[in-house]
């Protein structure tokens, strides 16, 4: 990996996932939406924007798998 780049999962560093729930929450209008959507507890989704911890690398495909869709009509 180049000095400095995060690593990729399908089109996604790891550090624009926090980003990406962002985006799909502006999309959506809250967080609860995005968690609706994710099928996760509303905490989850805010303790993985925050950055406490990051599900892995499976976790992070299919989850954006499922931001995909919202976020390409942004």
Do not use: H
Request: proline share 8%.
């Amino acid at each position: 990996m180049p000095n400095g780049a995060s690593p990729q999962y399908r089109g996604v560093a790891v550090n624009d996932f926090p980003y990406q729930l962002v985006r799909a929450s502006n999309e959506l209008g809250t967080m609860f939406d995005v968690a609706r959507v994710l099928e996760v507890q509303p905490s989850l989704v805010y303790r993985w924007i925050a950055g406490v911890d990051l599900p892995g690398k499976e976790r992070i495909e299919e989850l954006n798998a499922r931001l995909e869709p919202l976020l390409l009509t942004a």
